[in-house]
């Protein structure tokens, strides 16, 4: 199971039509992202859980910690560090660090904000529901053979951050985040992103570069 599915990620399909590009919607993203483009770094927790044919798979919870291209992804079961190169996955259980140089489509899975920038191409975009100030985006994908097939985003509009995800994967399987609490403007150490050896020293590292 990848890992963001793992994690609990994501949401339910939409059955409107996607037929252009909604440039209100744009100007949401486009806000909305930007608070993950940024120097400073950002706290997000969150809760996740993974629907197949409706029925629950998995569900976790956890903290993201983002900084520009890096993150650092924490749950009970496992923990992920990208440095904007090298991406390190320790699984608790196993005690195995899995070593590797992630495609963007494999940063996608792990990391639900990379998600957000799908919007730039290959998928339209629309303006869904509002309920008092939460806004609802509903990608699609133009192309059935994608991965992310819809990807919706409620949006805090004061705020410009999101509350929650769901995607529909092109296997069926939905996943879901809500997030609980985010915290900006942190001052986050590069090292913060690195997998650091000498602080799992029983950890078995399986280099897949």
């Known amino acids: ?15 409107t039509g996607f037929s ?8 949401l993203l486009d806000r909305t992202t930007a608070l993950f483009t940024e120097d400073k770094g950002v706290e997000v927790s969150f809760n996740t859980s993974s629907y197949q ?20 992804i924490q749950t009970t079961e ?3 560090w990208y440095d904007g190169k090298t991406q390190w996955s320790l699984i608790f ?7 590797s140089n992630p495609t963007e489509e494999e940063l996608q899975q792990i990391n639900p904000y990379r998600l957000l920038n ?30 992310f097939q819809t990807i919706t985003v409620w949006v805090n509009t004061k705020l410009y951050e999101p509350s929650s995800f769901e995607v529909v994967l092109k296997d069926g399987t939905v996943n ?8 900006k403007n942190l001052i986050l150490k590069d090292g913060l992103f690195k997998f650091h050896e000498s602080q799992y020293p029983d950890a078995e590292i399986i280099d897949l570069r």
Request: net charge positive.
């Open 1 to 15: 199971m990848k890992t963001w599915v793992t994690l609990g990620l994501i949401i339910l399909s939409f059955t």
């Open 20 to 27: 252009q590009k909604d440039k209100e919607a744009k100007n």
């Open 53 to 72: 044919q409706g029925v629950l798979k998995g569900k976790t919870e956890g903290k993201l910690y983002l900084k520009k291209e890096s993150f650092v």
């Open 78 to 80: 496992m923990q992920t």
């Open 93 to 99: 259980e196993m005690e195995e660090v899995n070593v």
């Open 118 to 147: 799908l919007y730039r191409k290959g998928y339209s975009y629309q303006l869904g529901e509002k309920i008092a100030d939460r806004q609802e985006v509903v990608l699609k994908a133009q192309d059935k053979n994608k991965e």
């Open 176 to 183: 879901k985040v809500g997030i609980k609490q985010i915290k």
